[in-house]
């Protein structure tokens, strides 16, 4: 019997980060190199403090592809350097390994994650018997770089493109002017808010404005946008990233926030659309209504891409087969072959050059005015947001779904 | 050829007051009485200004029924009292009435709308050649007394349970502490908040708290379930109606608040949750988050309930045979004969004993804690919500709906 398989999820929660643990439930159980397959509960966290499920008998594959969020639970964990070599963490983590014989331990996760697997594999390089560290990336935001996409980002986007169309259709029944701003995830990078603009690159008209984090905001060119949409249309539907920054790089209506940041030091954001809302209502004084996308925007499961969880099935395969090869500190990417037919390879990347960096929308796609540009961000995009993924509807009508949190 | 027949609708929008259009179309098409069917375009300030759609030869009905929102577009429109002889917007009506020779007018719509019906109704009537009044109920609310329930309350209900149900997997992921208020539309009526309440309902143990607008609410008790909650468990789900009023009969948080009215004199709510997000930060002072599912929870066709689209199309169908019959001044109203199988019958009722008046959750159904009251919300929601209504994708993969907008 081979060494043992340890696999975790950290970060935000995406409707296809439990496909890539099933995924890599699969792979591993088809490994002779594998004895026991364990999940570590809530990530480095409960990890080192011995909190392991016993997976390898698990069957649920399918249901637990469609369950939304994180079925080992979560933690946003941020380790010490690498070279801390007493570190109380990295103690508790090299006993749960050894204790568990952990040859290989895959870590499904975003940007922060990968920060964790990078420290790991430099604390861990060169010990006899350390596992091989492997990261599995997920993030509905879709920054990580030298991957095409990732994971969890098509289902995102397809609940964007289908809940904008209908937000769209919702707001077009009044002939009194009114105006209608929905907030979209994404810090820095503005793939998601690309997404809510599907409804007007597949040749509608709206939504109205798209506002990118990557574009400097200018309050006075949106209000002089709002009131020329408004002398030909009665409605204004604007898709705005959170995250959206003047021509200072401070975030829109930050001078009302708080100015509190996270663990990892980002600004905790909330409320540029009702700051918007406000703007629009005192400036411009017509009916306006803003809308926050919030949680539903990554755990919507039910309006998840087929294409999506498939694929993210096919990277926590992936993982698994790298890390049996021997690969460590390293990320599994996916390269896009073609967009039609859609095809991909997969590969993996050191992990030095993922870790804490961002992928932005390039710059020849932040002219949304181009048709051309509406052309290539549809070839890029409707490749991963095609195909329902089979719901498991309890007795109720509701769905049913798999946690290993007890 | 008989008289032709208008329909029209009013009011804010579901995702099955298109199916209902689609019954009158279908409906009226057989009916050998009838000559041509018009669709009114933004309700009876439209049709007063003479905006009429031929819809006699519309075909794409079952494209009509998965589209939500609107198709003939809505107002809000308060008719002045019936007998106002002279008032310009009857006049109009009349002119309008005669051109197009409208033997019988059908208004879609929910409490507001009724009030338009029955005045139409009473201003008309014993008039020579005037049609006859028909109203066909539609509120997410399920608020309209007389009739088991309205149409889109169902589709509206599956998708505030099914999306509640992935709300509560993503909250479920950490083991910090944290809070998320989830606020729900329904202005006087709990239907809409018992509905989120299903994951509990039906087994569950989320959400932890459901305040409905029925029930007086003291911040103090909420604070104290808060804090008893995350003595057991991390997370604490609530699920709270925008509604909900303290002792006094004053909106909570309406303090911090404009004070503005719509066009009928309802207080103009928004923010309930993020007020009790303000509460629980500054109280308890743990990680808290409030989400409002805002125009989602009426308008994600996606997610419809078919149960509730079949039913909506039966009563249009309903309201033009009773406007065949001559009925006037009416509401079609729905009887439930059993729950399981579920089994109604379509009636009608007069329409001064729906307009203007509210149905609240029945008293004996506000005890939440009551496990007999869970299995009896249960049997009235849970037939309302079931089955999937096909989706008209586009080469895109977005839907494609219908609009009489032009």
Not at 129 to 137: E, L, S, Y
């Amino acid at each position: 019997m081979g060494k043992n398989l340890l696999v975790a999820q950290s970060g935000g929660p995406s409707a296809a980060i439990n496909a890539t643990l099933a995924g890599v439930i699969a792979a591993a159980r088809e490994e002779e190199g594998i004895g026991r397959i364990y999940g570590g509960i809530h990530g480095v966290e409960g990890i080192q403090a011995g909190r392991l499920a016993d997976l390898t008998d698990f069957q649920e594959l399918e249901k637990l592809k469609a369950t939304p969020a994180m079925a080992l639970g979560s933690c946003r964990c941020k380790l010490p350097p690498a070279d801390q070599r007493d570190a109380a963490i990295y103690q508790n983590l090299r006993r749960v390994f050894r204790e568990y014989d952990i040859g290989y331990f895959l870590y499904i996760g975003g940007n922060d994650s990968m920060d964790t697997v990078c420290k790991l594999a430099h604390h861990f390089a060169g010990e006899p018997n350390a596992p091989v560290f492997m990261g599995v990336p997920k993030t509905i935001d879709n920054d990580l770089p030298l991957t095409d996409h990732t994971p969890g980002y098509g289902s995102a986007a397809k609940y964007l493109a289908i809940t904008m169309n209908e937000i769209i259709q919702d707001t077009a029944i009044y002939a009194v002017p009114a105006v209608t701003i929905v907030e979209i995830m994404g810090r820095n990078a503005g793939w998601l808010t690309l997404a809510a603009g599907l409804p007007r690159f597949t040749g509608g008209t709206k939504p109205d404005i798209i506002a990118l984090p990557e574009v400097p905001f200018d309050e006075e060119d949106f209000l002089r946008q709002v009131r020329d949409t408004l002398r030909h249309s009665p409605n204004v539907v604007a898709a705005v990233s959170e995250g959206i920054r003047d021509r200072n790089g401070d975030y829109v209506g930050s001078s009302a926030k708080s100015g509190a940041v996270d663990t990892f030091g980002h600004a905790y954001l909330s409320g540029v659309g009702k700051y918007l809302e406000g703007l629009v209502k005192r400036e411009i004084g017509c009916k306006v209504r803003s809308i926050e996308l919030n949680l539903m925007q990554r755990c919507s499961a039910h309006l998840a891409s087929l294409a999506d969880i498939e694929e993210a099935f096919a990277i926590g395969r992936a993982g698994v087969a790298a890390a049996v090869r021997g690969e460590t500190g390293r990320m599994v990417a996916v390269e896009r072959l073609a967009d039609s037919p859609y095809a991909v390879r997969l590969r993996t990347v050191a992990i030095e050059e993922v870790a804490n960096l961002e992928q932005l929308v390039p710059e020849k796609w932040r002219n949304l005015e181009n048709h051309k540009v509406h052309r290539e961000i549809c070839d890029y995009i409707l490749p991963l947001i095609q195909g329902e993924v089979p719901q498991f509807r309890n007795e109720f009508g509701l769905n049913d779904y798999i946690s290993f949190l007890n």
